[in-house]
C-alpha cells in the first residue's frame, strides 16, 4: 500500500508565505513526476507546478515568480513553497505522485494525497 501524507496548510495573510510538504509512505520501488494541484470551492481541480525526477519543473500562470516546487528523492517527498500569497490562492491542495511499487510495473500508477486547506485572507 502507498500513501501521500501532506502537512503545511493553514491560514495565513496576502502577502504572507506557507510551506506545503507531501511524502510518500509504503511499498515504493520508484516515483516518476511529483506535482502539487489545488481546487477552489466550485472550481476544477488544477494543476499548480509539477517536477520531474530530474528536476524539470513547470508551473501554472498564476503562480509563476511566487511558488516554487522542489523534491528530495531520498525521502520520497515533495515540497511547494508558496511565497507572495494572494486571496485567490485558498483552495484545498493535493499532493499527485506516480508511482511504481515494483520493478516489474511497466508504467507507474497516479496517487494522491488527502489533501490539506490552504486560506489567504486579504
Known amino acids: 500500500q502507498v500513501q501521500l501524507v501532506e502537512s503545511g496548510g493553514g491560514l495565513v495573510q496576502a502577502g504572507g508565505f506557507l510551506r506545503l510538504s507531501c511524502a510518500a509512505a509504503?511499498?515504493?520501488?520508484?516515483?516518476?513526476?511529483m506535482a502539487w494541484y489545488r481546487q477552489a470551492p466550485g472550481k476544477q481541480r488544477a494543476l499548480v507546478a509539477r517536477?520531474?525526477?530530474?528536476?524539470?519543473?513547470n508551473y501554472a500562470d498564476s503562480v509563476k515568480g511566487r511558488f516554487t516546487i522542489s523534491r528530495d528523492n531520498a525521502k520520497n517527498t515533495v515540497y511547494l513553497q508558496m511565497n507572495s500569497l494572494k486571496p485567490e490562492d485558498t483552495a484545498v491542495y493535493y499532493c499527485?505522485?506516480?508511482?511504481?511499487?515494483?520493478?516489474?510495473?511497466?508504467?507507474?500508477?497516479?496517487?494522491w494525497g488527502q489533501g490539506t486547506q490552504v486560506t489567504v485572507s486579504s
Open positions: 517536477i520531474t525526477i530530474s528536476g524539470n519543473t
Open positions: 499527485n505522485a506516480q508511482i511504481r511499487r515494483q520493478w516489474t510495473e511497466l508504467t507507474p500508477d497516479d496517487y
Open positions: 509504503g511499498s515504493i520501488f520508484s516515483i516518476n513526476t
